[in-house]
């Protein structure tokens, strides 16, 4: 509980840095104002190197996210609501996007739950959603590597050794990875604010572009 607590803090410290950052920064011509993302601004930083396998069995790692800007969120296959729901919203995000620029977002889904979200079963799930969509994972000291950076919480919480029916505690909020394969910013995903993610994304990837 406390480290969900101290995540909860954390989250709100972002979102506070970046409401600052957006007042700052508002007349420049390199920033925008958005609607729904909060943008790290100068606490934006380098992702480290990091190694996932994703649903075609092929390695994940900083090199793919280079040049696009990239939507990632933390779950697992068996979650009842929280990631077949943000999922489903990225779909929707994507598909408002000007079709001249969906190409430039990529929409990965990682699971902290290797045990059971084997490649194949990722796959499955995958297909649900949006065949572009790419979901990942790894064993969970290299899984720490990037939830770390990206202060993403998840912790397995089994009632027994052989407990197979458990259930993992994530973070639900999706991370935003600029061009430069930098954690730039970060959003709760709703429907009611699937339109607002959308735009934030195209005036982000157009002001990328003219500069």
Excluded at 35 to 56: A, C, K, N, Q, W
Excluded at 59 to 74: A, P
């Amino acid at each position: 509980m406390k480290k969900f607590l101290a995540q909860a803090l954390y989250v709100l410290v972002l979102i506070y840095a970046g409401f600052c950052h957006s007042a700052e920064v508002a007349s420049s011509s390199k920033f925008l104002e958005t609607e729904v993302i909060t943008l790290l601004g100068s606490e934006t930083r380098v992702l480290p190197e990091f190694e996932l396998i994703d649903h075609h069995q092929t390695i994940l790692g900083k090199d793919r996210l280079s040049g696009k800007w990239n939507l990632m969120f933390f779950g697992f296959t068996n979650c009842p609501d929280v990631c077949p729901t943000t999922l489903s919203e990225m779909n929707n995000v994507v598909s408002r996007i000007p079709a001249k620029l969906r190409d430039e977002v990529k929409v990965y889904f990682v699971s902290v739950d290797p045990a059971r979200d084997k490649p194949e079963s990722l796959a499955a799930y995958m297909s649900y959603f949006n065949p572009d969509f790419t979901a990942a994972t790894a064993d969970l000291d290299k899984l720490k590597i990037l939830t770390s950076a990206l202060g993403v919480s998840h912790k397995i919480k089994k009632k027994s050794e052989g407990d197979l029916a458990y259930t993992v505690d994530h973070s639900g909020y999706v991370v935003l990875i600029d061009p430069n394969v930098q954690y730039a910013g970060l959003f709760f995903s709703d429907r009611d604010s699937v339109e607002a993610v959308a735009r934030d994304l195209t005036n982000l990837i157009t002001q990328n572009n003219v500069d």
